[in-house]
């Protein structure tokens, strides 16, 4: 909902207003844009480390596979091109078209090996990598129904701004950064230290407003804004030179930053459970450190685990895409608690309701799966997957009408059996 207030005082917040949502469009029309860019790519069929060249995924009957590649080999060059030329890099990859031979140098063993993989059109899926976009989706919507919900203040900006620099970050860590389309790198990195910091800046407001002395909340912006910001930027200057294998260890202290700022937001929950004098509050922020937190565990365990292991065998022991995929229900959950607190949607009623729509298409759709099958399998009849999807979309209309009918059919039983107007 959103909030347009007059008067000489209100400008201010109007603009901001304005501003945020045009930042929000302006971020899915670029994640928008970064698909397109990957969909036009021929596949390769497999993926690699973006600086070491480490081939860490070769998809089952994909072109890579067919022409003998392995997970482990250091991919070096296409068409002798090596990858640490990106921009010629880039346009070599973008002028090959689907189906055409491409000439691939791979080291295996301390060996070169000379291999001829036929590329293939891009799927939907970017060969794996579309979860980025799916996820940056999710915290996109995430920060913008929130923001919506709450209208302008300050806990719900914070939590949008989070959002979109989250979304930026990950919807940039694709191909797109691979290929070094000059402005993904860069800002990948920049926006990832500002979603550390608007996350640990969120810890001061929500869920209880913390009281501190001007000079002290200055310092403490300082200190989650700057080191984030400096290593983002320090990052993002010399990224070129890490595409060739230079200040790795500037890049992993930067993404060492990322679950602390984690650490640093749990730590302030704590704190509020500890002192504040609401009781609600307090119940609200023990809910938020038993369940947001454990969505952030496994994240954070794995992204620690990559970076140590990376840093002494220079080599990536779980796929970047498994810890990612973690942070899923992260954006979802914290959106929920803010407007749990206040909003002027009954956001319990709608996810309840949603609980007992779902809850109701399952129970239909199994129902309708059994009865088919078991009538297929005495009639003799092969099944084909377009019954079940026929089935899947009814199973989902009739629990929505059901969920929607049920406040008069209870009136109805009412009336019937209980005599009750």
């Known amino acids: 909902m959103l909030i347009v207030v007059a008067g000489r005082g209100a400008v201010r917040k109007n603009l901001s207003q304005g501003l945020l949502i045009g930042l929000a469009v302006l971020v899915f029309v670029a994640g928008l844009r970064a698909y397109v860019y990957e969909r036009r790519l021929p596949s390769l069929g497999f993926l690699w480390n ?47 078209p689907p189906g055409q031979d491409v000439s691939i140098v791979v080291e295996r063993d301390g060996e ?97 407003e913390k009281r501190l002395h001007p000079q002290v909340r200055a310092l403490l912006l300082a200190l989650f804004y700057g080191p984030g910001l400096l290593l983002g930027g320090l990052n993002a200057y010399f990224y070129p030179r890490q595409l060739q294998g230079e200040f790795t260890w500037l890049f992993n202290v930067f993404f060492l930053w990322v679950p602390l700022c984690f650490v640093g937001w749990a730590a302030a929950l704590v704190h509020t459970i500890r002192s504040a004098a609401d009781q609600k509050v307090r119940q609200q922020a023990r809910e938020m450190a038993a369940g947001i937190t454990l969505t952030l565990l496994p994240f954070a365990a794995l992204l620690v685990i990559n970076v140590a292991y990376h840093m002494a065998f220079h080599r990536t022991l779980v796929d970047v895409r498994l810890a990612v995929t973690t942070l899923l229900v992260f954006p979802m959950s914290l959106g929920y608690a803010i407007l749990k607190q206040r909003s002027v949607w009954n956001v319990e009623a709608l996810v309840n309701r949603g609980l007992v729509y779902l809850s109701l298409g399952v129970i239909l759709l199994f129902t309708y799966f059994v009865l088919v099958a078991t009538l297929g399998r005495l009639w003799g009849v092969a099944i084909s997957w377009g019954v079940f999807a026929v089935g899947a979309l009814a199973a989902l209309i009739v629990a929505f009408l059901a969920l929607m009918l049920r406040p008069v059919v209870q009136t109805m039983v009412h009336r019937l059996f209980f005599r009750q107007d």
């Open 50 to 96: 973006n600086t070491s060249g480490v081939v860490y995924a070769v998809h089952r009957g994909g072109p890579a596979e067919a022409a003998g590649m392995r997970v482990g080999d250091v991919f070096l060059e296409m068409e002798g091109v090596p990858i640490t030329e990106r921009d010629q890099f880039r346009r070599t990859w973008e002028a090959v």
């Open 112 to 208: 070169l090996e000379f291999l001829v993989l036929f590329t293939a059109p891009m799927s939907p899926r970017l060969e794996g990598l579309a979860v980025y976009y799916w996820i940056a989706l999710i915290f996109w919507a995430s920060g913008v129904v929130t923001y919506l919900a709450r209208g302008h203040d300050r806990v719900s900006m914070l939590f949008l701004l989070f959002c979109l620099a989250a979304a930026v970050a990950l919807f940039s860590n694709t191909n797109v950064n691979l290929t070094f389309v000059r402005w993904t790198g860069a800002l990948q990195r920049v926006a990832t230290g500002l979603a550390g910091a608007c996350l640990l800046h969120l810890a001061l407001h929500f869920p209880e």
